[in-house]
């Protein structure tokens, strides 16, 4: 919308790049192009303000397709007024002097030409297109057609209106036919899920089984070793027992051998011993035969009184003296008698 600003009595309108200002003054054009500014007097000013950008219709209308079923399509036309003298001669772009607002609704009326001739164009397409078909190839058609049909509309370029482009968004029906739609490709990607979560189980239940038979083949083997471990232990402490045996026998031999030994050397050594006491007895029988009684009777007191313990002190008492005083004093009678008579 043009900028107006009020000065004594003036008007003063600045309007946008995009914007194609046209000024008639009682009847003449007197300012006509995009970006103008200029003054100019309410009463006596005619202002049209067309729109040059590029401008985008969004549109959203159902359909029917060859199988009666009902279809809901969205699309966008992107189009531009590209002769504004001839659209300000067409439809009413006339704004007011006073404040620059549209008098009427010009892009309106272009949206509704815009929309009943592409609608009319989809609907033909689609009218003669199934269900199936309207949705997997639909869109590609439906957007071919009506930038054909507006194309060829000739009010547009009687409007100066220019079609840039066409676009269909989407292609959809109604939500239960839509979700029957989906039921079969649902079944189908559920199917194949399915079929991958076997192929998946039968590969790890494949993988557990190839797992089990090495732990198998290994526990085997395992006790195979052990096996012979066992066996090798065996052997082992059978030639420990065995040498261990030798060894007590090599032993008990030179303990054997070492006490013969022994005996026969204590029985040697007793036997020379003894023939050395007994020579030596011999001789000192021969020796004391060879001697006097008296000599043997002082050698036996001397060994006598050797072999006594030692007498540090004797006490004798009045009894023990008396008795042995008379035993002594009988004894000399006896020794002498003894001796008389031997003098006899």
């Known amino acids: 919308m043009a900028d107006i ?10 309007s946008a790049p995009t914007a194609h200002i046209r000024h008639h003054k009682r009847g003449r054009l007197v300012h006509d192009g995009p970006g103008l500014s ?27 397709t060859a199988d009666f079923q009902d279809v809901s399509v969205q699309s966008t036309v992107t189009y531009r007024i590209s002769e504004p003298e001839a659209a300000a001669t ?14 009427g609704a010009p892009l309106e009326q272009i949206s509704t030409l815009l929309t009943e001739t592409a609608q009319q164009h989809a609907l033909d397409v689609l009218a003669r297109t199934p269900l199936a078909a309207a949705l997997v190839d639909g869109v590609a058609a439906v957007r071919d057609r009506i930038a ?13 209106i220019e079609v840039v482009a066409v676009r269909v968004v989407a292609i959809r029906p109604e939500p239960e036919v839509e979700r029957a739609l989906r039921t079969p490709a649902r079944e189908q990607i559920q199917q194949e899920a ?22 198998l083949a290994s526990k085997i083997e395992l006790a195979r070793q052990e096996e012979r471990l066992v066996d090798q232990r065996g052997t082992n402490a059978r030639r420990e027992a065995e040498e261990s045996a030798a060894a007590d026998a090599v032993r008990a031999e030179a303990e054997a051998t070492r006490k013969v030994r022994l005996a ?39 060994r ?29 009678s006896s020794g002498t008698d003894d001796a008389d008579g031997g003098r006899a």
């Open 5 to 14: 600003t009020r000065r004594a009595g003036w008007r003063h309108l600045r």
């Open 38 to 64: 200029f003054w100019y007097r309410s009463l006596s000013a005619a202002l049209s303000e067309v729109p040059v950008n590029d401008r985008e219709l969004t549109m959203a209308f159902h359909a029917r």
């Open 90 to 103: 067409r439809i009413d772009f006339s704004i007011d002097p006073d404040t620059g607002a549209w008098r």
């Open 148 to 160: 054909a049909g507006l194309a060829d509309e000739p009010r547009l370029p009687a409007t100066g």
């Open 194 to 215: 399915d079929r991958a979560t076997y192929e998946r189980r039968a590969v790890a239940v494949e993988r557990e089984r190839t797992i089990a038979e090495n732990e």
């Open 264 to 302: 026969r050397a204590e029985a040697e050594a007793a036997r020379e011993v003894g023939e050395a006491r007994a020579q030596a007895q011999a001789a000192w029988l021969r020796v004391h035969g060879e001697v006097e009684a008296a000599t043997l009777h002082a050698l036996a007191a001397t």
């Open 304 to 332: 006598a009184a050797e072999n006594l313990p030692r007498i540090n002190s004797v006490t004798l008492s009045p009894d023990v003296l008396t008795g042995l005083l008379s035993k002594l004093g009988g004894g000399t």
